[in-house]
């Protein structure tokens, strides 16, 4: 491990008056410590003891085009000399809310927030308005943010906890949670669309919504089995139910177009946030006109800090890049991921590890398991995590800094240079672990 003696300092420092020492509790996985960064530039990140790391944890997902990217630094300069936040409207929303509805498939009409919690939150709302019903349906494993309805059955570790598929109990996750948070919550294993059919059957008249990640990107990576997403979207669609994409992480990291456009189907609703504005923050709720005519006309959506003109800058300089000759930025992207996924397998095969790669490039994941494939949430049960967290421990010591969880994201900024660094330090992180 390198000199990390000043990160040290902070982090002692921190904990005596920042709590937990930390900002986000997920940030406290980190190995060896939290470390105390200095500053960022394109794929790399310096931490204050002079470190330097490539970074594949791009701020947990939002940085597609890495750090400090000269578009969006010169955008949010320009913006911040022009004031901070005015508490009204200014034209780069218009411009930014515009952009949005031409891109994303589902989106007529949108509304701008700071979090990917706070805007599911408003769909939530926004979903119960409009159909007079209560439940929302979830699948065991995805996030969607850390508000006490929202937290259910993101991360149940066992059956004994979360009960028996098809129909799993809902799992509160923190203490402190209304013991009835989960109340209008219906979990269910995600791609199993005949354990859907059957609660709908059940349940459906009492279904205000429906929340997925299109692709499956928190509880490990998994695509949606063919005819998964089409059979939600049908029988939603049959069932006068609001089918929601929480699109969060996919959204212009998956696509420019975000999952939908990659995987074909349209949702009624969809939330926005991470890479939408490169970092800054800013997340977005949006989608049929006729649902979104209810936000502003009963339905309470508001926020001191909604739309300010810096992270609109900062959006606006990001899809500009992004949408530059039809998204060709994404192939890059892609070619440079699929790169780093295979020289990791090939790196592991050497070393006589079983490692797993899994995803489409700008985000996958990593396990230490025997299996060829995951393919459902529980399948990471039997993945072994604390192996995964002593590896990335040994991984920052080589110089590269990624996520504990084993998820991976690939920016604009990676380079083919950086996939070689990287899988050299992965052979000698794994001869390590
Ligand atoms: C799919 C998904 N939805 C929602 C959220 C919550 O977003 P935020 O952390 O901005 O509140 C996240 C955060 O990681 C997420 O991955």
Known sequence: MPDISRSQALWERARKHLAGGVSSNIRLQEQPAPLYFSHGQGSRLFDVDGNEYIDYVAAYGPLILGHSHPELVAAVQRQVELGQTYGGQHAIEVEVAEKLCKLVPA????????????????????????????????????????????????HPTSVEEAGALPFPRPVLGSKGQLPHAAGETLVLPWNDLVAFQQLIAREGATVAAVITEPIMCNGGFILPKPGFLE???????????????????????????????????????????????????????????????????????????????????????????????????????????????????????????????????????????????????????????????????????????????????????????????????????????
Request: aromatic content about 8%; proline content about 2%; hydrophobic content about 40%.
């Open 107 to 154: 989106m007529d009409v949108v509304r701008f927030c700071g979090s990917g919690s706070e805007a599911n939150h408003a769909l939530f709302r926004l979903a119960r308005a409009f159909t007079g019903r209560t439940k929302i349906i979830r699948f065991e494993g995805h996030y969607h943010g850390w508000l006490d309805d929202q937290l259910v059955s993101d």
């Open 231 to 433: 059979g939600l979207r049908e029988i939603c669609t049959r069932e006068g139910i609001l089918l929601i994409f929480d699109e969060v992480i996919t959204g212009f990291r998956a696509d420019l177009h975000g999952a939908q456009g990659l995987l074909g189907v349209t949702p009624d609703l969809t939330t926005l946030g991470k890479a939408v504005a490169n970092g800054f923050p800013l997340s977005v709720f949006g989608g049929r006109r006729d649902a979104m005519e209810l936000v502003g006309n009963g339905v309470m959506h508001g926020g001191t800090y909604n739309g300010n003109p810096i992270t609109l800058a900062a959006a606006n300089a990001t899809l500009d890049v992004l949408s530059r000759n039809d998204g060709a930025v994404y192939a890059h992207i892609r070619a440079v991921g699929l790169n780093l996924m295979q020289g990791i397998s090939e790196a592991a095969r050497e070393a006589g590890q079983a490692v797993l790669t899994q995803g489409i490039g700008p985000v996958f994941f990593a396990w230490f398991t025997d299996r060829q494939s995951l393919s459902s949430f529980r399948d990471n049960w039997d993945c072994d995590e604390d192996k995964y967290a002593a590896f990335q421990g040994k991984l920052i010591g080589h110089g590269v800094r990624t996520i504990p969880s084993g998820r991976w994201y690939v920016s604009a900024a990676h380079t083919d240079e950086d996939v070689q660094q990287t899988v050299a330090a992965v052979a000698r992180a794994l001869r390590e672990t």
